[in-house]
């Protein structure tokens, strides 16, 4: 059998579960042959380049991915936001406030809308203000804590000279 050194090395560098034993075996020739094959050629730094290549392209083609899926998202957001307008323009009050379902309906819609949106209120945004302060304050106490040990030996010098 001819040796395929081109194809071995595509092997390997593509799949990072391959092996130089695994390449000996399938091919008839020695692991050392493969080993310095490898070394002469680079093969080890063609495997690394090739596997961050697919794992950028992955984390790409992820990110494109999640992308389009926000935009989706937001454009079915809008259209939802524009029939609920129109829906609410719609409605007579008298009729609205004899019926709770459609109320609760309607405020709930709206209340998930602002979360699509990322929308808070003043209260809610000076909320997370005080929290962030707050833990703020603490990692300054943290920092500024006096953190001396002291360690105490009882039962006198003899005791612990040995």
Known sequence: MVMDWEKARIEYVTNPKVSYQTIADRYGVSRTQVANRSRDEGWRQLRDDYLKSVCTKTLDALADQAAD?????????????????????????????????????LTGAVLDLRTIFDIRSRADKDEQEARIAKLHKEAQKEEHADNTIEVVFIGGEEAWSE
């Not at 899926?69 to 937001?74: D, F, G, L, N």
């Not at 409605?91 to 109320?103: I, R, T």
């Open 69 to 105: 899926r926000e935009v989706k998202i937001v454009r079915v957001a809008d259209k939802l936001l524009s029939k609920l307008d129109q829906a609410v323009d719609g409605c007579n009050p008298v009729d609205l406030l004899g019926n709770p379902k459609l109320a609760r309906a």
